[in-house]
């Protein structure tokens, strides 16, 4: 059974968000202001998500809710849990349509940021709701598409939305034909049980990311495609 959370607060201020957008000219700030407290009053970020279950893993091989992913890192991952939850969230089609109306290329770009802020509140919120619901202590996730090619291919994005189902009619994100989202502001993957924190940066060898969350391992990416 899936559930829909879009009673998500935007919890992000207009001055986290001229900090992240490192605005400083004051009539930039006056102008910023006003598109933030436009764009936090229109936005409902939205999460989806799937209580589902690992049935079988067979070298790279991984079957959950009878779809079968490829990906050594997901195996490596899932070998020892059951119960994952595989979600979409996204910063919502209402701010993402209006944010559209601009024209201006360099305001284009902050409004994206500001959308990208959005979601990140549906993703913390969407980790704190299934740590309280399911009474777990830590969760990692995985994602398709993220950090190196060969972590998990951003293909796999066409099972895993099948496996949700109804991810447009719930939250209005849809998977295009490179399976890439839209809202771009959207993401997707699994959020799992685990007793140490995994990242996907860890396995990621590109330098210079202006999201990585953790310092590439070169230890445990060699133990994971060895």
Known sequence: MIRKLDNIPVTVTVEQA?????????????MVSELFKTAKQIAVPKALYLEAYV????????????CNFESDVLAMNLKNVHRVFAY???????????SHNEKDYVVSLWLDMI???FLRDAINFLWDYIKNAY???????????????????????????????????EIGVILTGSFLMLPTKSTSGLLFPSETE??????????NCPGRRAEFDRELYNRTFK
Request: proline share 1%; aromatic share 6%.
């Open 135 to 169: 009474q777990f202590a830590k969760l990692s996730a995985i994602n398709p598409g993220s950090g190196n090619v060969d972590n998990w291919h951003i293909s796999q994005q066409k099972q895993l939305f099948a496996m949700i189902g109804n991810v447009k009619e």
């Open 55 to 66: 049935e079988e893993i067979s070298g790279r091989n991984v079957r959950i809710n009878g």
């Open 18 to 30: 001229l900090n992240r957008l490192k605005i400083e000219d004051g009539e930039d700030i006056a």
């Open 198 to 207: 995994f990242v996907n940066c860890a396995l990621c060898s590109r330098e």
């Open 88 to 98: 979409v969230c996204t910063c919502g089609t209402e701010v993402d349509d209006w």
């Open 115 to 117: 959308k990208e802020m």
